[in-house]
């Protein structure tokens, strides 16, 4: 087995990068820009990332895991379908790239992983994992191990259906719950006002009546979403994950009001909703947990 392992996770916006011992201590992690829109920019500079952590390793003797969106192929080589974004990363063979067997998985699944081995969901046998950024994913964890389905497409929550006559989403999904809140449609959301869910929440801070509406108006189409969730799979806990869960209170307190309002709770059964252990890193942490798995 090797001596370390570097996780990659794939946003729209950043390049989250991390390296772990085989022990799964942290020791050392990165941020880098996407430049989504250029694949081979967002390319090297996920190469760059790799030279970065492996001089920090001082070693050569270590795996590497990909966190993206999308689902993998039955290999996990490489993500073989991915509508809409990233374009170049449809059968993208990151082990050319990188000179080196590299395992890839979808990002929704790998923060799964992170938390299911480490972190939140941790000795549950129950549990959903919500991702909120520049999209909307999702993982199931059923019996205490990852479910994927057939074709590895289950757990793509953002592509629940909110509003049968909404607009279509990458999927083709009508008013799914991607659009509702994942940061691709801000502006759309906000009608130009603002380009991104971060400046989004700066004005709702300071009272502006505007954001308020939108941001609360997502955050309910988020509580509908769970609990339809719910009432499918039953989870004991709800896990949310990515860059818009750094909202902290303004998130999760009115996201609790709204599920007060339409989670169904059954002998007065209440699922628990809590943030990511790992935060916008559970991707790449997953990542990293999946490709140990595989180097044998």
Request: with cysteine.
């Amino acid at each position: 087995m090797s001596k370390a392992v570097i996780g990659i996770d794939l946003g729209g916006t950043r390049i989250k990068s991390i390296a772990l011992d085989k022990q799964g201590n942290i020791l050392e992690q990165l941020y880098e820009p996407t430049h989504d829109g250029d694949d081979a920019v967002w390319k090297q500079a996920t190469a760059a990332c790799i030279e970065k952590l492996k001089a920090k390793l001082g070693t050569d003797d270590f795996v590497i895991g990909i966190s993206a969106p999308g689902l993998p192929n039955e290999k996990n080589s490489a993500i073989a379908y991915m509508p809409g974004r990233l374009q170049g990363l449809e059968n993208f063979d990151w082990s050319s790239l990188f000179n080196r067997k590299t395992w890839v998985l979808n990002d929704a699944v790998s923060a799964m992983m992170a938390e299911a081995k480490l972190g939140a969901a941790k000795d549950k046998k129950h549990a959903v994992l919500i991702t909120l950024g520049t999209g909307v994913g999702g993982a199931i964890l059923i019996d205490g191990k990852p479910y994927q389905g057939s074709f590895q497409k289950a757990g793509h929550i953002g592509h629940i259906t909110l509003h049968h006559e909404g607009e279509p989403d990458v999927t083709g999904m009508p008013g799914s719950l991607e659009d509702a809140i994942g940061n691709c449609t801000i502006q759309k959301r906000s009608h130009g006002k603002f380009k991104d869910t971060h400046s989004l929440l700066e004005a709702y801070r300071k009272g502006d009546h505007f954001a308020r509406t939108v941001w609360l108006t997502s955050v309910r189409k988020l509580a509908v979403g769970i609990a339809c969730v719910t009432n499918v799979l039953s989870p004991e806990i709800v896990i949310l994950a990515g860059g818009i869960t750094e909202a902290g209170e303004d998130l999760f307190e009115p996201l609790d009001h709204f599920m007060a309002l339409y989670e169904w709770r059954a002998g007065g059964n209440k699922t628990a909703i809590i943030k990511s252990q790992f935060g916008d890193m559970a991707g790449a942490i997953g990542a990293a947990c999946f490709a140990l798995t595989q180097d044998k």
